[in-house]
């Protein structure tokens, strides 16, 4: 019984720090090319279902017609959603022109 335990917790433990984090990452036009980053955070509720505040990529490069944009679900972000259990949900953009 103790190993069939300690074997449980092996595999709970082994599957939470094999999690990641969500990324999405993309280009327009021919990517960055000055290599100014800009970043800014999107709030959503009820597990994502609700967006509150949502950045654009389009304003954030400042009128820049080749970016690389990357939205990512941070450690932070996630630890902040585990805290309120789903009700807030933030994640960050992040724009290279």
Known sequence: MKKRLINSLLIVGVAILMTSCYTYTFSVGEGAQTGVEVTAKNHYVIYGLAPVSISDP????????????????????????????????????????
């Not at 970016?67 to 679900?73: A, T």
């Not at 789903?86 to 724009?95: A, D, E, K, R």
Request: aromatic share 12%; net charge negative.
């Open 58 to 97: 389009v304003e954030m490069a400042n009128g820049a017609d080749d970016f690389d944009v990357k939205i990512e679900h941070t450690f932070i972000d996630g630890l902040l959603n585990a805290i309120t259990f789903g009700i807030y949900t933030p994640t960050t953009t992040t724009v290279w022109r």
